[in-house]
């Protein structure tokens, strides 16, 4: 069954504590991105990944940070958390220049306090 | 600088037809359509290249205007599992990297 999967799926953390939110696709595909969601915001692109060690930044990429290491992940990493960073991320696949369409991952519900 | 939705929310009778916008101030390759049920993550509708060309997928259909740079995406009659947001998303250019710009969102309900 083709997913993306993220972990954790909420978390509830303190101003300046690192974290990271995995996202993992077994589809094969080589583009994946990280949106955040705010209410009336709609989604807004934080990084995104053509391919292995390709990384660029989208429009909100400050307080953040993405690696791609192998293929089918793509951590985003916060390393400084802060109150403005509680939102709902969303992980998403495919997009890219064969296929268009992108497959979001189940989202993470981060609170920052 | 992200696009341009309009009508920000909608309540539509089943059966009833409804229109959502979408509008940007840059030159667009690309239009794709999102809706998300709530509490769900965004699922793909369609997508539509410059070139004006219009697509369907069951009643749900859209334009793209590329002179305008607007899209507008049509929901004949409605069915309850139409509600939800929808959100455009804009590209401006394929050497851009697929780097895509989502609007505010159109909140859809649809009643019996």
């Known amino acids: 069954e083709a997913q993306v999967t993220q972990n954790p799926r909420y978390l509830i953390t303190v101003t300046g504590k690192k974290l990271t939110v995995t996202c993992s696709q077994n589809?094969?595909?080589?583009?994946m991105s990280w949106y955040r969601q705010d209410p009336g915001l709609g989604l807004r692109q934080i990084y995104y990944s053509m391919n292995v060690e390709v990384t660029d930044k989208g429009d909100v990429p400050e307080g953040y940070k993405v690696s791609r290491k192998e293929k089918r992940n793509f951590p985003l990493i916060l390393e400084s958390p802060s109150p403005n960073q509680t939102s709902l991320y969303f992980c998403a696949t495919g997009g890219g220049l064969l296929t268009y369409e992108q497959y979001f991952g189940p989202g993470t519900r981060l609170t920052v306090t | 600088q992200q696009p341009v939705q309009s009508p920000q929310a909608v309540i539509l009778r089943e059966g009833e037809d409804a229109v959502i916008n979408c509008s940007s101030s840059k030159a667009l390759y690309s239009v794709h359509w999102y809706r998300q049920k709530h509490g769900e993550a965004p699922v793909f509708l369609m997508i539509l290249l410059k070139g004006g060309e219009q697509k369907g997928h069951e009643k749900i259909s859209a334009s793209f205007n590329e002179k305008k740079q607007q899209s507008s995406l049509y929901l004949t009659a409605s069915q309850l599992s139409y509600s939800g947001t929808y959100f455009c998303g804009t590209e401006i250019g394929r050497n851009a990297g697929n780097m895509l710009t989502f609007g505010g969102g159109t909140r859809l309900m649809v009643k019996p």
């Open positions: 589809m094969n595909h080589e583009y």
